[in-house]
């Protein structure tokens, strides 16, 4: 870079360090901005226009347009040449501003007097704050230089009005993070809580966006660098003992690290006026951006390594969240972009509650907090950027809505439905102990499902009778490399301990699609739920199934055993499935060891093509659990992880019913024990409708036991079947409704 433009654009931030310490308002600040920010570029017109919300921008300070329009003219995003720079993110630099795309003209700004049109996005971290503009008469485009000079500006106003420098009247020079927003996500799992915000990456703050001294913050970024490379030569010296495929991960993260065109453009950040924290968050800035618009899946995934390196340095210059888990609160809400299974087990059960940027219905993070009955909101756009920690937040698990900085009307319903909440949960204890037998006297059993040791406390507290679905996954998504056949079984050992004599269905190692293994080779598959997943992989490695089924064996140490395979689609399967458990067994007897008192082994109905397997299937397993989050996706063709389509398909739907139906006749028929097992049977309606059908066996989260069993117990079976065949013979799509009313007049 010209050492002459590094010597202007320092004069440019000092000059401008000098107007933001001056003790103005907001507004006198911004135009103080905008008319340094013309003279300095010699250009007629300097705007800066800023968010009102977040779908429009308002010109909040003009030098050269007309002054009546500050605060009057507003356009939507995406709307003119301004709209056009906050929506793409990127620079438009044009000499004939009339003729470009998009262009709008504004009448009350007279800017019909200017050619030329430069917008710069005022962002930080990829949130656009605003548009940062100039304008000249004569038709030219801006330099490269000019250019460049703006992004370092624009960086600066971010930083500046993060930190609240420009507060005044009006929307859009409201103070940011302080007032009410309402997040609207996807659930994830059901319940509400209060609490306060606890991010789970801290925010760096930037308070000293321009130097007095580039050469010093040259040698700060230089020596955090430095300690940023060694970190990671740590990380991959601490992964010698894991899959290959791990360490060339950590590879690419270091290749990334030592690159010399990302410090170089910090440095030159730093000679033009920036500090090393400025520096690093322009440039994290601009990665982000990238990858908002990356359509290639592993270029997305190398720029977030990119972000996550920029934030480790940031913390490295700033020394925040260093100590970050020290002061969690006494109520904390989790609010992060995604988070792992290992990470969010580092928590505990402290957390009340979570919120998530990103995030899918069957992750690791929504079992996890399903197993510890807290509610979960995922793909709540913003949070991240708008939480503050310590933030009041409300997790509506129910709507799919989070309430942060509430005001108090909000409040005060929120506690109402909560108060509501726990005189019911009062109610289901009492009946805790009773069995949940209908008025005409059949007897459903209720099971839970668990996959963390911490679930079994639930067992007992929730009345359940059992554990119809232990998923044991978690403990191989949790580790860095294969866990151990002893680890496993003094797991399994426990649990079964834990659960005191009931029943504990242990399904088998269930990975492939949303669950991937960091230590296996991953597999590109255009649509994972339907590829190389379950049972599929245990058939395919045969040695971790057989390992696995070793350590079950070890730990029943002559106690009961049930285990089933998941996602069986045919017969064949299953048999090739069991022929491992009976090598197993014979194993285990020439070794010596003590074998299961009784075994049952069973296979989960995921997939319609199951429930037409031969009968000599139906006879051989010992049982079957119908898996509803599965079977339901591929029933309806919808992909649950879809919002588009997987609330448009009814678990009550007569076509899905009927197949249900179908199932529970060929297991009658066959003596074989049915249970249905997923979120449905977890949901006090589907569950009745479940029990009229004749299902006897429902398993589901602890928290939903009580408000299935209560209202089990208030009806009569015979009539509800009666209210379904009346809708199925009147042509609903749904029995919901009929039955729903029904209840109406019932409970």
Request: hydrophobic share 40%.
């Amino acid at each position: 870079m010209p050492h002459r433009l590094e010597s202007e654009s320092r004069k440019l931030l000092g000059r401008l360090r000098e107007a933001l310490a001056a003790d103005n308002e907001g507004q006198a600040r911004l135009d103080a901005v905008v008319n340094l920010i013309a003279d300095s570029m010699m250009t007629e017109v300097c705007s800066i226009y800023l968010f009102r919300d977040a779908e429009t921008l308002e010109l909040c300070a003009t030098k050269g347009l007309q002054a009546e329009a500050v605060h009057q003219t507003r356009m939507r995003l995406g709307e003119g040449l301004v709209g056009r720079t906050a929506y793409s993110r990127t620079v438009i630099n044009t000499a004939d501003a009339p003729a470009a795309k998009g262009f709008r003209y504004m009448p009350e700004t007279g800017e019909e007097r200017y050619s030329s049109f430069c917008g710069v996005p005022i962002q930080r971290l990829g949130d656009v704050l605003g548009v940062l503009v100039v304008q000249s008469k004569a038709a030219r485009e801006y330099t490269p230089d000019e250019v460049y000079a703006l992004e370092i500006v624009a960086m600066v106003i971010a930083e500046m009005t993060e930190l609240g420098a420009f507060v005044g009247e009006g929307a859009a020079l409201s103070a940011r993070h302080q007032q009410p927003v309402m997040l609207r996500g996807s659930i994830a799992q059901e319940g509400a809580s209060e609490g306060v915000v606890y991010l789970h990456e801290p925010r760096v703050v930037v308070t000293n966006p321009i130097s007095e001294d580039p050469e010093t913050e040259a040698a700060r970024l230089r020596d955090a660098i430095e300690d940023l490379r060694k970190g990671v030569d740590n990380m991959l010296m601490g992964a010698r003992s894991v899959d290959t495929d791990q360490v060339q991960v950590l590879e690419a993260y270091r290749m990334f690290a030592n690159s010399t065109s990302w410090l170089k453009r910090m440095e030159e950040d730093v000679k033009s006026g920036l500090s090393a924290e400025a520096a690093v968050e322009k440039e994290q800035s601009h990665a982000r951006s990238r990858l908002s618009r990356a359509a290639d899946p592993y270029l997305r995934e190398r720029l977030h390594d990119l972000d996550d390196l920029s934030n480790r340095l940031l913390r490295i210059l700033t020394g925040q969240g260093a100590e970050a888990r020290a002061d969690m609160p006494d109520n904390p809400i989790l609010v992060a972009r995604n988070i792992g299974p290992g990470e969010l087990l580092e928590y505990g059960k402290k957390i009340r509650g979570i919120v998530l940027e990103e995030g899918s219905v069957g992750s690791h993070a929504a079992i996890v907090a399903r197993a510890w009955a807290i509610p979960l909101i995922i793909n709540a756009k913003g949070v991240t950027r708008e939480a503050l920690n310590g933030d009041p937040i409300l997790v509506d698990g129910d709507q799919g809505i989070a309430h942060l900085r509430p005001d108090e009307t909000v409040q005060a319903a929120f506690r109402d439905k909560i108060a509501m909440q726990t005189r019911a949960q009062e109610r289901y204890a009492s009946i805790r102990d009773l069995p949940a037998e209908t008025k005409c006297g059949t007897r459903i059993s209720l099971q839970m499902n668990a996959g963390l040791i911490a679930d079994l406390p639930s067992l007992a507290g929730s009345g359940a009778e059992g554990v119809g679905l232990f998923r044991t996954e978690l403990q191989f998504l949790i580790r860095t490399q294969m866990p151990r056949r002893a680890e496993l079984s003094a797991l399994y050992a426990r649990v079964l301990k834990a659960a005191d004599g009931k029943r504990v269905a242990f399904r088998t190692l269930d990975i492939g699609s949303d669950k991937v293994l960091t230590y296996m080779k991953p597999n590109d598959e255009p649509n994972p739920a339907m590829g190389w997943r379950a049972i599929r992989v245990g058939l395919d490695k045969p040695g971790v199934l057989r390992m696995q089924l070793q350590a079950l064996l070890r730990a029943a140490n002559g106690q009961p055993l049930t285990v089933m395979f998941p996602f069986v689609t045919q017969m064949n399967e299953f048999r090739a499935a069991r022929a491992e458990m009976d090598k197993a067994m014979a194993r285990e007897t020439k070794l010596g060891h003590a074998l299961p008192s009784k075994l049952d082994v069973g296979a989960m109905l995921e997939t319609p093509s199951l429930a037409y397997a031969p009968d000599a299937f139906f006879e051989e397993v010992d049982f079957i659990s119908i898996g509803g989050n599965d079977l339901k996706q591929f029933f309806f063709a919808a992909d649950r992880e879809n919002e588009r389509v997987r609330k448009r398909y009814d678990t009550l739907d007569t076509s899905f019913l009927a197949f249900l139906s179908h199932v529970i006749k060929r297991c009658e028929k066959s003596g074989t024990p049915l249970s249905f097992c997923g979120e449905d049977a977890g949901r006090p309606v589907e569950a009745l409708c479940f029990a009229a059908l004749g299902l006897r066996t429902l398993s589901m989260r602890p928290a939903s036991v009580g408000p299935v069993k209560h209202l089990l117990r208030r009806v009569n079976l015979d009539e509800v079947k009666a209210v379904m065949d009346e809708a199925i013979a009147n042509g609903d799509q749904s029995v919901r409704r009929a039955v729903a009313d029904w209840l109406v007049y019932q409970v």
